[in-house]
């Protein structure tokens, strides 16, 4: 007569515990990537609710690991980094950085071209905060730093350094704009769109395609908004002072990175793309006007 083989209790206990951790990963994955998607479109309690989730999941998966694997604490370190923009107080907002930091310090000493650029990642954030707080100044330090942090980093990951030092020179160029110096301010920011563009090179990504930004890595989304807003900083400033040809080419990346978030959904994003495309238009104009002028050409 056939008998049922049973798995022994400590097997059973393994197989348990191995289909939990595949659930709870399940789970931080939809989390973390609903918190970065309900960002984009600007809907932050809900950004907020289920980044607070992703942040819980990756402790748990830490906590009830007897030697957590490098996939877990990395986890744990990217949604400390992702949950501090939602704190209320710069005080949360430095203790969670300031734990993103430790890990991924742990994670980049034993696998540094794994890890080294998402650890400079989290002294920009702090950066950011120091900004946000009313020290700009100190920010200014401490992006110049990140900045050359980044340079020097190894990266079994190309683009994702190329669009994370594009993304420091942004805020760079953002606060020198912010403090008067408004000439290395642009040029901060022009530098960081041409690096920005690189990265999309490498990851062989069309910007020119409907969807685009949906389907990109996780990094590329989250530097989205920063990298539009500097391509219409860019697009502005370049026109104010009638360089049309510079003001042309920024306005392409405007137009292009507004399409990729309107393409996200909302209202709001669509409406932006649509006032970027207009105005975009009107530089086009003037670019192709000048062009012509140059050449000796009729209009």
Known sequence: MFMARHKPPERKARSHRASRIRTLQRRYDFHLGEAIRAALQGNHEKAATHSGRALA???????????????????????????????ASTVDTIALLTESAGHYAALAAADPAGYEVPRIDVLMRLALSSDTSGNTADAISLLREVVRMYLKAPAADLAHRDLALGRARFHLGRCLLKTGS??????????????????????????????????????????????????????????AA??????????????????????????????????????????????????????????
């Open 57 to 87: 999941i990756s402790r748990e998966l830490c906590a009830g690991a007897r030697d957590p694997q490098q996939w877990h604490r990395a986890a744990l370190a990217a949604a400390l980094c992702q949950h501090a923009r939602y704190s």
């Open 182 to 239: 408004p000439a290395d301010g642009l040029a901060e920011t022009d530098a960081g769109l041409a690096l920005a563009w690189r990265a999309l090179d490498r990851l062989c990504i069309a910007a020119c395609v409907p969807g685009w930004l949906g389907t990109a890595p996780k990094y590329v989304q989250l530097a989205a908004p920063d990298w539009a807003a500097a391509a219409v900083r860019s697009m502005m400033l370049h026109a």
């Open 242 to 299: 009638g360089r049309w040809e510079s003001a042309a080419a920024a306005a392409d990346a405007a137009v292009r990175l507004s399409a990729g978030l309107a393409g996200l959904g909302g209202d709001a994003l669509r409406e932006a793309h649509d006032a970027i495309r207009a105005r975009a238009d009107v530089i086009w104009a003037h670019a192709e006007h000048t062009q012509h002028a140059a050449a000796g050409l009729p209009d």
